[in-house]
């Protein structure tokens, strides 16, 4: 029976969980977007 390679299971953990955290951040970034132009005044031209 092979030994488990455990570098490669860490490495895909910490893949899903960089995946997870950008996903997050993404969803804020769009959100502070979408509210963005409700709060912003006019410019003055």
Do not use: I
Not at 1 to 10: A, I, R, V
Not at 16 to 25: G, M, S, T, V
Request: hydrophobic content about 15%.
């Amino acid at each position: 029976m092979p030994k488990p390679n455990y570098s490669f299971e860490k490495r895909q953990r910490e893949l899903a969980k960089q995946k997870k955290k950008d996903e997050k951040e993404a969803k804020k970034r769009a959100e502070r977007e979408a509210s963005k132009p409700q709060t912003t005044p006019p410019s003055e031209s």
